[in-house]
């Protein structure tokens, strides 16, 4: 006798178990203009946070969703949107007085070069090889990153270093914090060369491993590191964009649309993370950060 009423019950909802169906592709796909904002806001919040731009989330995120798109294409939407979050975060940044525009337009211009070369090898380079290698290299430093011991990252005053090619620093934030720490301008350049080369190979935004890298090899202190990354992503991001442009990767109307509605998200997004940068430990943020770099590293080994 239940068992009309249950096969009522179903057919009852059969329209409504369609109507999800349909929703749930829908949101998979990410073509809907409220999931592409919402997925911004997302990535904007999170990645202005760790000073890591959100491409290590929107890589992995449109290779899931959009299995047609080709790697170029992917970078370049990828970059965007980076440049993006990462313009909207320095400005948050820069009321905060956190980052260090010495430092930030030198390795910034460093960058330059290794990021236009990075956007025409996009299309040469084999990936696969190229992605075992480097998910190795990441994953091996979030595990550094995870499990060194944290005794200068969260401190405003890192013991000052001396010799050739080393600039001191003494900056005072809007709160009236002070840092001070000195770092290998050398180094730092090498650093971002090969950093700039990187990002527009892996559309990441290099704020992932400039972030580390700043903190751990230069000594910046995290606060600074993290500003001064997003204050670099920008102008590195920027210059990759428009190489891209000028090869014609976004005049695809369907592209254009998937940016839009992103890049709305994201610029709210990266205020409010930068919000939260005041609020969050600098030992939360570097474990942060290595957790994100696995999350990448398992992505490219496992494809």
């Not at 009423?5 to 009852?12: A, E, L, P, S, W």
């Not at 299309?123 to 979030?142: D, H, M, Y």
């Not at 600074?224 to 992503?233: D, K, N, P, V, W």
Request: overall charge positive.
């Amino acid at each position: 006798m239940l068992m009309p009423g249950i096969n009522t019950v179903f057919t009852m909802l059969r329209p409504c178990r369609e109507y999800l169906a349909q929703l749930i592709i829908i949101f998979a796909q990410m073509d809907n203009a409220i999931v592409l904002l919402l997925a911004g806001f997302l990535i904007g919040t999170l990645g202005t946070l760790i000073g890591a731009g959100g491409g290590f989330l929107l890589v992995p995120l449109l290779l899931f969703t959009h299995r047609d798109m080709s790697p170029e294409l992917v970078t370049a939407v990828s970059l965007v949107i980076v440049a993006c979050n990462a313009i909207s975060g320095s400005m948050a940044y820069a009321r905060s007085g956190r980052i260090d525009y010495k430092a930030g337009i030198l390795f910034a211009a460093a960058t330059i070069p290794g990021s236009v070369l990075g956007v025409f090898v996009t299309k040469f380079i084999p990936v696969n090889a190229f992605n075992t290698v480097f998910g190795i290299i990441l994953v091996a430093l979030a595990a550094f990153l995870f499990f060194k011991k944290r005794n200068e990252t969260g401190s405003n005053a890192v013991p000052l270093s001396a010799g050739r090619g080393f600039t001191h620093r003494i900056l005072t934030d809007s709160g009236h914090v002070q840092y001070r720490y000195s770092y290998n301008k050398y180094r730092g350049m090498l650093i971002s060369v090969v950093v700039g080369f990187l990002s527009p190979l892996l559309g990441i935004g290099g704020g992932i491993i400039h972030v580390p890298a700043l903190v751990h090899w230069l000594k910046f202190p995290v606060y600074i590191a993290t500003a001064t990354s997003h204050f670099i992503l920008a102008i590195m991001a920027t210059v990759s964009v428009l190489v891209h442009a000028f090869q014609g990767n976004y005049n695809d109307p369907y592209v254009l649309h998937m940016i839009i509605w992103l890049a709305a998200g994201v610029i709210p997004g990266a205020q409010i993370g930068a919000m939260l940068s005041h609020r969050v430990k600098g030992d939360i943020i570097v474990r942060s950060l290595a957790v994100c770099l696995a999350l990448v590293g398992l992505r490219l080994l496992l494809g």
